[in-house]
C-alpha cells in the first residue's frame, strides 16, 4: 500500500487510511467496539474521506471494516453521554454526522462500500451512503432506532432516494434487520460476494472502473444524479441538457470519441 500521508491522518486512531492501484481505502479500525461510531470516529472519517477526494493518487475509494461487523451504529458510551446533553448540543452533534452523510454523498469521487459483517442503525446508514455496496450474505441490515424510542433521521434524507418511500417505511418504521439478500433485493446492496471473495471482487470492480471510466464523467455523472431529485421535470431537463453540451465540450469527451472513431482501447 501507498501511504503518503498528512501528520493528520498518522495520527488517526479509528479510521485506518490506505492507496493502491489508484483505489483509496478507508477503514474503520475499531473492531472491539465492533467498528461503533461516536463523535471522534465521524471526525476521523470525515478527515480521511476529504484527504482521499484531494488524493490525486486515488480514482475510487473504498470504505470498509476491520473485524467480523461493519458497523454496530452508535458506540454505547457515547450513547449513555448524549443522555446529559441538551438541544443545543445535541443538535451539534447531529449536524456533525449529517455533515459526513452529506459528504460522501456529494463527493468528487466514486465510494464503493465492502461490507464483511452486520450493518446496523448508523453503520447502515454508511452503508447505504455509499454510491455502490458489496456485502456478504451473512451480513444483516437494518435501522432499528425506532426500538429505543430514537428516530434515524439524518438517513432517512438519503434512503427515501435510494430506495424510495414504501420501502424506506418498511425499513425505518419496523426497525426489522434483514438479511443480506432481501437488502439487495431493496437495492439497499448492490452485490452479494462471499467472505472469500468480497475483497477480491471490490478491487477488481475498483480497478475496472479506474481502467475503463473517465474520472471525470464519473464526477460529473455523480453530482447530476444528487441534484436531480429534487428539480421538476422541466428543470430536470433543463438541468441534463445543459450538463450534455458541457461534457461534449470536455477534454475526456473528445479523447474518448477520437479513440471511440480510431477504433483504439482506451485505458483512463
Known amino acids: 500500500m501507498e501511504n503518503l500521508l498528512t501528520p493528520e491522518l498518522e495520527a488517526l486512531r479509528y479510521i485506518q487510511y490506505d492507496a493502491e492501484d489508484r483505489i483509496g481505502y478507508i477503514t474503520l479500525n475499531r473492531p472491539d467496539k465492533r467498528n461503533a461510531l461516536n463523535a471522534d470516529v465521524v471526525t476521523e472519517l470525515k478527515q480521511a474521506f476529504e484527504f482521499a477526494e484531494n488524493d490525486e493518487s486515488v480514482k475510487v475509494i473504498v470504505l470498509r471494516a476491520a473485524g467480523d461487523v461493519f458497523c454496530a451504529g452508535a458506540d454505547l458510551a457515547y450513547i449513555q453521554d448524549l443522555q446529559g446533553f441538551g438541544y443545543t448540543d445535541n443538535l451539534e452533534d447531529s449536524t456533525h454526522l449529517m455533515q459526513l452523510f452529506h459528504q460522501i454523498y456529494?463527493?468528487?469521487?466514486?465510494?464503493?462500500?465492502?461490507?464483511?459483517?452486520?450493518?446496523?442503525?448508523?453503520?447502515?446508514?454508511?452503508?447505504?451512503?455509499?454510491?455502490?455496496?458489496?456485502?456478504?450474505?451473512?451480513?444483516?441490515?437494518?435501522?432499528?432506532?425506532?426500538?429505543?424510542?430514537?428516530?434515524?433521521?439524518?438517513v432517512s434524507v438519503f434512503l427515501v432516494r435510494k430506495i424510495g418511500e414504501a420501502r424506506t417505511k418498511q425499513l425505518l418504521l419496523s426497525g426489522d434487520v434483514v438479511s443480506a439478500q432481501t437488502a439487495l433485493d431493496m437495492g439497499l446492496v448492490t452485490f452479494l460476494a462471499s467472505k472469500e471473495e468480497l475483497a477480491d471482487n471490490v478491487r477488481t470492480y475498483a480497478q475496472r472502473l479506474c481502467r475503463e471510466n473517465s474520472g471525470q464523467s464519473m464526477e460529473v455523472t455523480k453530482e447530476m444524479l444528487g441534484r436531480l431529485p429534487e428539480m421538476g421535470l422541466e428543470e430536470g431537463l433543463r438541468y441534463a441538457a445543459q450538463r450534455n453540451a458541457e461534457a461534449r465540450g470536455s477534454d475526456d469527451c473528445r479523447r474518448g470519441i477520437a479513440a471511440f472513431l480510431n477504433k483504439e482501447k482506451l485505458v483512463w
Open 106 to 154: 456529494t463527493l468528487k469521487k466514486l465510494v464503493i462500500g465492502q461490507v464483511q459483517g452486520h450493518a446496523l442503525a448508523g453503520g447502515c446508514g454508511l452503508a447505504a451512503i455509499c454510491d455502490l455496496t458489496f456485502a456478504v450474505p451473512e451480513a444483516k441490515f437494518g435501522y432499528t432506532e425506532v426500538k429505543i424510542g430514537f428516530i434515524p433521521a439524518i
